[in-house]
């Protein structure tokens, strides 16, 4: 797979679909910013997608350390927008969980992630964010 993100941003109806799995609002809301722009969102929830389906076909801890090292040169490479800023702090987040965590724990951590940005994403889209 690619690393490159500029043409995988997911459309509203995906991260609707995304965000309702099974999620405790009492994490969530002291977890994630309720005034973080919704393009945040998006760009977050797009490098956990593609980072997570690419760690799938090959879940190793060293494939992670080379995804991750891609999608960092390819979100330099995006223009300097809310998507850049939400994927580059999702990709920082999976770059923590790959120094500390097992490969099942990291795949498991990333659709729970998952959820809760898609989310984060309609409910900062409809309140105008």
């Known amino acids: 797979m690619r690393a490159d993100i500029n ?3 997911l459309d509203d109806g ?5 965000g ?12 994630y910013d309720p005034q973080c722009p ?3 969102y998006r760009g977050y929830a797009a490098l956990l997608v593609r980072i997570g389906n690419a760690f799938r076909q090959n879940a190793n801890l060293a494939a992670l350390g080379q995804l991750i090292d891609a999608f ?5 490479a995006l223009p300097a927008n809310e ?21 099942p ?11 809760c ?6 409910q900062n889209q409809a309140r105008g964010l």
Do not use: H
């Open 72 to 76: 960092d040169s390819a979100i330099k």
């Open 20 to 31: 309702q799995g099974v999620v405790n609002p009492s994490t969530w809301a002291v977890r």
């Open 7 to 9: 043409d995988a941003w």
């Open 83 to 103: 998507r850049r800023n939400g994927a580059s702090f999702a990709l920082m987040n999976v770059a923590s969980y790959a120094e500390r965590g097992t490969a």
């Open 38 to 40: 919704s393009e945040f």
């Open 105 to 115: 724990q990291i795949l498991a951590t990333l659709d729970d992630e998952l959820t």
């Open 117 to 122: 940005i898609a989310r984060c994403f309609v």
């Open 14 to 18: 995906t991260l609707s679909r995304l």
